[in-house]
């Protein structure tokens, strides 16, 4: 796993400021309200079809009161991110180098970002990071299992946002294109009772990503797959979106 997180960072390059790379994006900043409520996070297939794997393990249903909150519809694109480093309130977007017609085009969604890069951006919208659950609650929809569970998926790179059905909620690419850095700590989820807006360990080594990517196979593309990731370092495969709270009932 090390050497291929140093594979991939010996393939990318930081791009300084002055440069306008990016063309106008379209649909900025678009979010659907999520609207306050109880909902089970977690699935029972690792019991039922994986004999609670390690990697799968972490899944157990458990209950979770939350409040409202808007998400953002698509992840947060290059030329999103972009905005945000020409104000001045963003690191440098780090470009692909060897692939730019793959990874670093206006439309697709912004990889090689930190946990902190991210949280910086969303930051900057006047938004947050998505808690776990709330990006879980939002992935679920009407289609706990995912949408392309059991499907052929791995794509070969990242696609632009926005190409493939969205899911009841109205939010595109929560399954596959890339995964989303949350805002939660990894750790064991409290499954006794029902909690109310949990917001992960108070601190930690890794941090979440969320619903698998280009590089995944489809058994990762569902809405309770959990995957740890080290905040400080950047992937191909990782970006994110944002959610603003809402006091809105909906
Ligand atoms: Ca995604
Ligand atoms: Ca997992």
Request: with cysteine; proline share 6%.
């Amino acid at each position: 796993m090390k050497n291929k997180i140093l594979a991939v960072l010996s393939f990318i390059s930081i791009i300084g400021g002055g440069q306008q790379l990016f063309a106008e994006p379209k649909d900025r900043g678009s979010q659907v309200l999520i609207t306050a409520g109880e909902f089970v996070m977690g699935d029972t297939y690792c019991a039922d079809e994986q004999s609670n794997s390690d990697w799968c393990s972490d899944e157990v249903p458990h209950k979770v009161r939350l409040d409202a909150y808007r998400i953002d519809i698509h992840e947060v694109t290059n030329s999103d991110y972009q905005e945000c480093f020409s104000a001045g309130e963003c690191g440098p977007n780090a470009l692909h180098e060897d692939r730019p017609q793959e990874f670093n085009r206006p439309g697709q969604p912004v990889v090689f970002v930190t946990w902190e890069d991210a949280n910086s951006y969303c930051q900057w919208k006047g938004g947050r990071l998505p808690f776990e659950a709330e990006w879980e609650r939002a992935a679920q929809g009407e289609n706990p299992g995912g949408a392309y569970f059991g499907k052929k998926y791995k794509q070969g790179a990242p696609q632009k946002v926005g190409e493939r059905a969205p899911n009841s909620n109205g939010l595109y690419d929560m399954m596959g294109n890339v995964n989303e850095w949350v805002w939660d700590w990894y750790g064991e989820p409290e499954t006794e009772g029902v909690s109310a807006n949990p917001k992960g360990p108070a601190s930690g080594k890794d941090k979440v990503v969320r619903g698998g990517s280009w590089n995944s196979p489809s058994h990762y593309l569902r809405a309770s797959d959990r995957v740890f990731r080290s905040p400080e370092l950047r992937y191909s495969d990782v970006g994110f979106r944002c959610v603003t709270p809402s006091s809105e009932k909906g």
